[in-house]
C-alpha cells in the first residue's frame, strides 16, 4: 500500500470512529437525560400537530411560585419511566400561567390551581385531567387513565345518565371528580368552576349513598368512601359514623376515623352559617349545636372550635386558657402545633405563653423538623430572647428552605428575622 493510500486509510477510519464515538455519546447523553420532551409551541401548533399524528395532547399548566409544581418538574418529569411513556404517547405540553399560551389555556379551560393537568384531543377536547403533585407511579397511572377510553372522564362523563343506579360507576365518576379541580390558590381566580365541581361532586355522593342501606354503611368501601368524601355533618352516613364510631375504629384505623369526626364537625361551621357572614354569635350558636351530639367523639372539635373562635374574636385570655388547659391533649400534629405558636408568638407577649410556644415547637422540630417548624420556632425565641438558639434554629430553617429549592423571596422571612435576632443583646 503506497504512503498515500495509507494516510487517506487512517483519515477515513478516524473519521468512522469519530463519528461513532460521537453518536454514542449523544445516545449516552439523551438516556442520561431522559424526560418529557415538552413541544416549544403555541396552542394551535400542539393541536394541529396532535391531529397529524393522531395522538392525545398532554398539557401542563404551572405557575413559577408553585411549589408543588417545582417538585414535578424536578422529580417526575424527567423520571425515565414517566418519559417513556408520556414521549410516545402524547404531544406534551408544558405552559406558563401568566404567558400568553397558559393565560390561553387557563381561560379557556378554567384553570385555578396548580399544577394542572390536561388531556385532549386534535380538536382541544378535554378527554382527561387532574390536579396536584403525584409521585412517578401515580403520575404513569394518570395517562394510562386518561389513554383509556373506559376509564377517562370524558366516558364518565357520557355514561353517566346510564349508569345512575350503579354504584361502582358513580365511586369511580366521584374519584376522578375530586382530581379535576381545587380551590383557588388566590382571590384573582374565579370560584365558578370548583362550585360547580363541588355540586357535582355533591350529587353523585348523595345518589351513591342513596344505593346503600344502613346495614352497608360499615363496609370497608362504603368507610372509604365517607373518610373521602363525606362533609355534611347533617347527613345519613356522617350521623351513623357517629353513632357507631366504635364499631368503625375496631374495623379501621381509631386515628383515622378521630380525624374524619373532628375534620367534618369543624368545617360544619360553615354549612351551619349558610350564607351569612360569620360572626361570633354564630360561631356560639354552632358550637352549641355540635354539644348536643352529647358524644365524646366530639371533643376534639369543640375544642379547636372554641379556639378558633377566640382567636377570630380577639380573645386571648380566652384562646391561652384553652391551650394550657386542653392543648396536650387537642393539639396532636407538628403542623397544629406550627399554627397554634405562631399565633401566640404574633398575639400574645405573656411570658407563660411564649414559654408554652417554645414548649410545642421543640416537640415539633424534634419529631418532623422542617422549613416552616424551624421558622415558627426560632420566631418563637427570638420573641423569647433567645439569641443563640434563635440565631441557629433560623440557620436551620434557612437551611432546610434552601435544600428545597426556594428562591430567595420565599424565604426573605428567614433572612430578615436573622438581621432582627442580631440586634438581640447578647445573652
Same mark, same amino acid.
Given at each position: 500500500?503506497?504512503?498515500?493510500?495509507?494516510?487517506?486509510?487512517?483519515?477515513?477510519?478516524?473519521?468512522?470512529?469519530?463519528?461513532?464515538?460521537?453518536?454514542?455519546?449523544?445516545?449516552?447523553?439523551?438516556?442520561?437525560?431522559?424526560?418529557?420532551?415538552?413541544?416549544?409551541?403555541?396552542?394551535?401548533?400542539?393541536?394541529?400537530?396532535?391531529?397529524?399524528?393522531?395522538?392525545?395532547?398532554?398539557?401542563?399548566?404551572?405557575?413559577?411560585?408553585?411549589?408543588?409544581?417545582?417538585?414535578?418538574?424536578?422529580?417526575?418529569?424527567?423520571?425515565?419511566?414517566?418519559?417513556?411513556?408520556?414521549?410516545?404517547?402524547?404531544?406534551?405540553?408544558?405552559?406558563?400561567?401568566?404567558?400568553?399560551?397558559?393565560?390561553?389555556?387557563?381561560?379557556?379551560?378554567?384553570?385555578?390551581?396548580?399544577?394542572?393537568?390536561?388531556?385532549?384531543?386534535?380538536?382541544?377536547?378535554?378527554?382527561?385531567?387532574?390536579?396536584?403533585?403525584?409521585?412517578?407511579?401515580?403520575?404513569?397511572?394518570?395517562?394510562?387513565?386518561?389513554?383509556?377510553?373506559?376509564?377517562?372522564?370524558?366516558?364518565?362523563?357520557?355514561?353517566?345518565?346510564?349508569?345512575?343506579?350503579?354504584?361502582?360507576?358513580?365511586?369511580?365518576?366521584?374519584?376522578?371528580?375530586?382530581?379535576?379541580?381545587?380551590?383557588?390558590?388566590?382571590?384573582?381566580?374565579?370560584?365558578?368552576?370548583?362550585?360547580?365541581?363541588?355540586?357535582?361532586?355533591?350529587?353523585?355522593?348523595?345518589?351513591?349513598?342513596?344505593?346503600?342501606?344502613?346495614?352497608?354503611?360499615?363496609?370497608?368501601?362504603?368507610?372509604?368512601?365517607?373518610?373521602?368524601?363525606?362533609?355534611?355533618?347533617?347527613?345519613?352516613?356522617?350521623?351513623?359514623?357517629?353513632?357507631?364510631?366504635?364499631?368503625?375504629?375496631?374495623?379501621?384505623?381509631?386515628?383515622?376515623?378521630?380525624? *374524619?369526626?373532628?375534620?367534618?364537625?369543624?368545617?360544619?361551621?360553615? $354549612? /351551619?352559617?349558610? !350564607?351569612?357572614? +360569620?360572626? @361570633?354569635? #354564630?360561631?356560639?350558636?354552632?358550637?352549641?349545636?355540635? *354539644?348536643?351530639?352529647?358524644?365524646?367523639?366530639?371533643?376534639?372539635? $369543640? /375544642?379547636?372550635? !372554641?379556639?378558633? +373562635?377566640? @382567636?377570630? #374574636?380577639?380573645?386571648?385570655?380566652?384562646?391561652?386558657?384553652?391551650?394550657?388547659?386542653?392543648?396536650?391533649?387537642?393539639?396532636?400534629?407538628?403542623?397544629? !402545633?406550627?399554627?397554634?405558636?405562631?399565633?401566640?408568638?404574633?398575639?400574645?407577649?405573656?411570658?407563660?405563653?411564649?414559654?408554652?410556644?417554645?414548649?410545642?415547637?421543640?416537640?415539633?422540630?424534634?419529631?418532623?423538623?422542617?422549613?416552616?417548624?424551624?421558622?415558627?420556632?426560632?420566631?418563637?425565641?427570638?420573641?423569647?430572647?433567645?439569641?443563640?438558639?434563635?440565631?441557629?434554629?433560623?440557620?436551620?430553617?434557612?437551611?432546610?428552605?434552601?435544600?428545597?429549592?426556594?428562591?430567595?423571596?420565599?424565604?426573605?422571612?428567614?433572612?430578615?428575622?436573622?438581621?432582627?435576632?442580631?440586634?438581640?443583646?447578647?445573652?
Amino acid at each position: 500500500m503506497s504512503k498515500k493510500r495509507f494516510v487517506l486509510y487512517i483519515m477515513i477510519i478516524s473519521s468512522y470512529c469519530a463519528a461513532q464515538t460521537k453518536e454514542l455519546s449523544s445516545s449516552y447523553m439523551a438516556v442520561k437525560k431522559e424526560e418529557i420532551h415538552f413541544e416549544n409551541l403555541s396552542f394551535d401548533e400542539i393541536k394541529a400537530k396532535a391531529k397529524k399524528e393522531n395522538k392525545l395532547i398532554f398539557i401542563n399548566v404551572y405557575s413559577v411560585s408553585c411549589m408543588p409544581c417545582k417538585k414535578m418538574e424536578k422529580e417526575v418529569f424527567t423520571d425515565p419511566g414517566v418519559a417513556n411513556y408520556y414521549n410516545p404517547n402524547f404531544i406534551n405540553a408544558s405552559y406558563d400561567y401568566n404567558g400568553t399560551q397558559g393565560s390561553l389555556v387557563s381561560e379557556a379551560y378554567q384553570i385555578n390551581c396548580f399544577p394542572n393537568y390536561l388531556f385532549m384531543d386534535g380538536d382541544g377536547k378535554i378527554v382527561h385531567r387532574s390536579t396536584g403533585a403525584m409521585s412517578q407511579e401515580e403520575f404513569l397511572k394518570l395517562a394510562a387513565t386518561a389513554s383509556n377510553p373506559k376509564q377517562r372522564l370524558l366516558y364518565y362523563e357520557e355514561e353517566y345518565s346510564k349508569n345512575k343506579s350503579n354504584p361502582e360507576f358513580l365511586i369511580n365518576y366521584l374519584r376522578i371528580l375530586d382530581r379535576v379541580n381545587c380551590m383557588p390558590i388566590t382571590l384573582n381566580f374565579s370560584l365558578g368552576s370548583e362550585l360547580e365541581s363541588i355540586a357535582k361532586r355533591d350529587t353523585l355522593l348523595k345518589e351513591y349513598f342513596a344505593l346503600q342501606t344502613e346495614e352497608m354503611l360499615s363496609s370497608r368501601a362504603n368507610w372509604t368512601a365517607i373518610r373521602d368524601f363525606t362533609h355534611d355533618y347533617r347527613s345519613r352516613e356522617f350521623s351513623y359514623l357517629l353513632k357507631n364510631a366504635a364499631v368503625f375504629k375496631k374495623l379501621y384505623s381509631e386515628d383515622s376515623v378521630n380525624s *374524619k369526626i373532628k375534620d367534618v364537625l369543624i368545617s360544619g361551621g360553615n $354549612l /351551619f352559617g349558610g !350564607n351569612k357572614p +360569620s360572626s @361570633e354569635v #354564630n360561631e356560639i350558636a354552632y358550637i352549641n349545636e355540635i *354539644k348536643k351530639l352529647n358524644t365524646q367523639e366530639a371533643e376534639p372539635a $369543640l /375544642f379547636w372550635l !372554641n379556639l378558633n +373562635s377566640a @382567636e377570630a #374574636n380577639l380573645k386571648w385570655l380566652d384562646y391561652m386558657r384553652l391551650v394550657m388547659e386542653s392543648g396536650d391533649k387537642y393539639i396532636l400534629s407538628s403542623e397544629e !402545633n406550627e399554627r397554634v405558636a405562631k399565633v401566640i408568638y404574633e398575639n400574645i407577649e405573656d411570658m407563660t405563653a411564649l414559654q408554652k410556644a417554645e414548649q410545642m415547637m421543640k416537640a415539633s422540630a424534634d419529631k418532623e423538623p422542617s422549613w416552616l417548624v424551624y421558622e415558627t420556632y426560632a420566631n418563637v425565641l427570638y420573641k423569647l430572647n433567645k439569641k443563640k438558639e434563635a440565631k441557629s434554629i433560623a440557620l436551620k430553617a434557612l437551611d432546610a428552605a434552601k435544600r428545597i429549592g426556594a428562591k430567595p423571596k420565599n424565604y426573605a422571612g428567614i433572612t430578615y428575622l436573622l438581621e432582627k435576632i442580631e440586634k438581640l443583646p447578647a445573652q
